[in-house]
């Protein structure tokens, strides 16, 4: 079963308006959180590390104040798109991996659509 | 920078023959290499890992082979069935990070 639930699968929504998406760890705890995004026939790109309790850390050439990163707990990290615009339109993805283990475990993606 | 490259984007390989999947990476410290098997619309399911200190692991149909002073490793599926069709992707890692290859797109044809 899922180990890693992202939240929502799906989202279309108007130019300038703010997504949040959801990243549960479901049966373990997670101190740190990946967001990826992937586009079409691309590999999935890192986007930033999220630590509980602490402040994300970005992948060169990602905006910070674009993609909006927190982990409150140790099992949920959200990602905020921020005034989403059609170019931010991707699939993205979060994972998870337990405190000093492999592998990572990955939620099923939300795909956004900026119309 | 593409640390780790799946050179074929895509193999078609008939069932019940052998699927070899390939993957070179550039960067020495990783040390723990993955691979992940993707279906449209949802996230990458681990399939089978192998750490530096080994050449070989093998999980049922599925081995994966490492060669370090090549920087390269490699998945084989044999026999090959067409619900082994979708993207793999193969990932390197270090304690800090892990890094993706493009995806390489198997069909399995019956």
């Known amino acids: 079963g899922a180990v890693v639930s992202q939240h929502p699968s799906r989202v279309i929504c108007k130019s300038g308006t703010s997504v949040k998406i959801e990243c549960r760890s479901l049966?373990?705890?997670?101190?740190?959180m990946f967001w990826y995004r992937q586009f079409p026939k691309q590999s999935l790109m890192l986007m930033a590390t999220?630590?509980?309790?602490?402040?994300?850390?970005?992948e060169q050439g990602v905006e910070k104040d674009k993609f909006l990163i927190n982990h409150a707990s140790l099992t949920l990290s959200t990602l905020t798109v921020t005034s989403a615009h059609p170019e931010d339109s991707s699939f993205y993805i979060c994972?998870?991996?337990?405190?000093?283990?492999?592998?990572?475990?990955f939620g099923d993606g939300t795909r956004l659509s900026i119309l | 920078d593409q640390q780790v490259k799946q050179n074929s984007p895509s193999l078609s390989v008939q069932e019940g023959r052998i699927s070899i999947l390939n993957c070179d990476y550039t960067?020495?410290?990783?040390?723990?290499f993955l691979w992940y098997k993707k279906y449209p619309a949802e996230g990458p399911t681990f399939l089978i890992s192998?750490?530096?200190?080994?050449d070989k692991n093998e999980d049922g149909r599925f081995t994966v082979f490492l060669n370090k002073s090549a920087k390269h490793l490699s998945l084989h599926i044999v026999p090959s069935q067409p619900g082994d069709s979708a993207v793999y992707f193969c990932?390197?890692?270090?304690?800090?990070?892990?890094?993706f290859g493009a995806g390489t797109r198997l069909t399995v044809k019956p």
């Open positions: 994972s998870a991996r337990a405190p000093g283990q492999q592998p990572q475990h």
């Open positions: 049966d373990f705890q997670a101190t740190t």
């Open positions: 999220s630590n509980e309790g602490s402040k994300a850390t970005y």
């Open positions: 960067n020495s410290m990783f040390d723990y």
């Open positions: 192998i750490s530096s200190i080994k």
């Open positions: 990932a390197a890692s270090d304690d800090n990070d892990m890094r």
